[in-house]
């Protein structure tokens, strides 16, 4: 599962695994320009926040090979920013961008086959970090998953969202590596792209982790009848105050696990915090094509001309959230001052 | 839309529009057999709690035609129970048979071909009590609904789950039939069987009333960007303390109505009312085939072999209901009291 993001050095190519036919086909998607990154994107071949961020950033060392243009440099920054408005919720996106711009800024002067080579490198670096991050989040986040629980997860935070491992199925994974027995998940379908019912169902079967696949209507009853131990999501954003913006009915879920007791934790590098966000409520919620409710496959299931409300996100307020487990460790109420002094600590120590 | 059930006297035959295949195919379905009718019920050519109730009594008719046995009594019994038992949840589906039999115990030694038509009378008599019944509902329903109010609804209480007019959306159409204004609908899809996006979505859109359709998942958002005004479902059986069984996901659709302030209503006729049940919890869930979660048409959405799980309702709560709209007015809490008014007030006036 970890070489569903690959960076073809003979060909200047980023293969990509296309998420959109799983699980009934593997096909691979090769990405060689901006407008190939763009709409591997927006299609969704990839997506994940960390995923998003990584092809983000292998996307910028593309656009330089490809920025020939007498004004390289305008051409090269239209460019990374069109990468970085792609999507507009994920925030990883515009901060893998940043990232590589700061590696350009700091390169004064630079040519650009000497910048394709250093964004290149920087890409990959990265793409390597991300594992090892998802890694040291699941070994964090294993502390409160116990013998024998049952796990929740909304939409797909795992692998195939990242570079590999995973943010909340990285604590899934986190805590099987750790010793517990008897874990199993239960993946909320999650209409419209059906990420839980394709991907996270694939990824746990692929990796011997028992999984069920429930309708999202489903939660209010497994967790009314005690089916539900834990629930841990992974997030496309979280605000300084601590809401997470993530996949459109993880609030549903965290709702439903307040009323009934059961922990809800929020799985996800430092990277997609967002401390320029004061809420989750002022995030940028994407509004994706009808098609995606309108059609499963080419079945279409909505009458001819009915309009359709397809947003992709929502937010969990921070109040509903036991704990944000990073790789820096587990992040607790109130989130205001946690996620300040987790900063610091990068900052001191990194 | 009152013509989905239709009794074809000239040979003997309840035919049914085919509600697995709309709204792109209307189809129909001829029952001659208690078979035909079970099989209706169970793969929900049919499906609806008062929809359910009429053509139940439908079979039983049928199936006095085809007790053709030399101990008729003993096998017409034997039908009936099988009837009865067809689906376990929408408590209309026993009532009707009930009402059959009492019609049978009530002509002691009658002959079979007399009881036949016995059983056609009363069953096309329940048939049009039934419309009546929901147009009764909607004018007091339309009470609760106010100008330009955006009323949610979970699955189909439309006129397809009923003998016409409906019951949750007896109550839209009951407010529009009361002169309000900018009425709008939106419908949740309804995962799995999608009865939202392809049957509420369909009748609304026939009847010239406007009509959204969203995810179940995006409840939540929608709520708490302020663009639902109230909620109105129907119910498969209602417990004597007022918890209402319905499709799987209204309990999430009122806890969220709950944390937002949104009213939320249940529109259901006395007969889905089941004072021997003393609450939702200990109502019979029906559990459904994994297909109708693995599939939708033709297309596999999960891996294979992996298990899924598909309760088909789930109990909100008699705490989280602002009424009870029945055909005498609409019930308050506490409702174990006014349960028991409400029959009383039958029971004198009827």
Redesign the interface.
Do not use: M
């Given at each position: 599962m970890e070489r569903h993001i690959r960076y073809a050095h003979e060909e200047n190519a980023l293969i990509l695994l296309d998420q959109r036919a799983l699980?009934?086909t593997e096909a691979w998607v090769p990405c060689r320009t901006t407008e190939d990154i763009i709409y591997a994107l927006q299609t969704m071949v990839v997506r994940g926040a960390p995923a998003i961020g990584v092809t983000a950033a292998y996307g910028c060392a593309l656009a330089v090979m490809e920025s020939s243009e007498a004004d390289w440099r305008a051409a090269l920054e239209q460019r990374l920013e069109r990468i970085a408005e792609a999507r507009p919720t994920a925030v990883n996106l515009r901060w893998a961008v940043e990232r590589m711009r700061s590696v350009w800024h700091s390169h004064a002067g630079v040519e650009r086959n000497a910048l394709a080579v250093l964004f290149l490198e920087e890409a990959v670096r990265l793409h390597g970090e991300d594992i090892g991050i998802n890694k040291r989040m699941g070994a964090h986040g294993a502390a409160v998953i116990a013998d024998n629980d049952t796990i929740m997860t909304h939409c797909n935070a795992g692998a195939l969202a990242t570079a590999g491992y995973g943010t909340a199925l990285g604590v899934v994974r986190g805590a099987v590596d750790a010793g517990r027995r008897g874990i199993s998940v239960?993946a909320n379908?999650?209409?419209?792209f059906?990420q839980g019912?394709?991907l996270t169902?694939?990824e746990l079967?692929e990796d011997g982790i028992p999984?069920?696949?429930?309708?999202?209507?489903?939660?209010?009853?497994?967790m009314?009848r005690g089916m539900v131990n834990k629930v841990v999501v992974g997030a496309d954003r979280i605000a300084a105050n601590g809401d997470a913006v993530n996949?459109?009915?993880t609030?549903?879920v965290a709702?439903?696990a307040r009323?009934h007791g059961v922990p809800f934790y929020v799985a996800a590098p430092l990277s997609t915090i967002d401390r320029n966000m004061p809420t989750g409520?002022a995030t940028p919620?994407e509004e994706r094509p009808s098609r995606e409710?309108?059609h499963?496959?080419?079945?279409?299931?909505?009458?001819d001309?009915?309009?359709?409300?397809?947003?992709a996100f929502?937010?969990t307020p921070a109040a509903l959230i036991a704990g944000i487990i990073t790789e820096e460790g587990i992040l607790r109420p109130p989130y205001d001052l946690s996620i300040v002094a987790a900063f610091c600590r990068v900052k001191t120590t990194g």
């Open positions: 699980p009934g239960i379908e999650t209409r419209p059906l019912a394709r169902a694939y079967k999984v069920t696949v429930a309708c999202d209507n489903a939660c209010g009853l497994l009314r996949k459109i009915g609030y549903s709702l439903l009323e409520d919620i409710v309108t499963v496959g080419e079945t279409q299931i909505t009458p001309g009915v309009p359709v409300l397809n947003f929502d937010a």
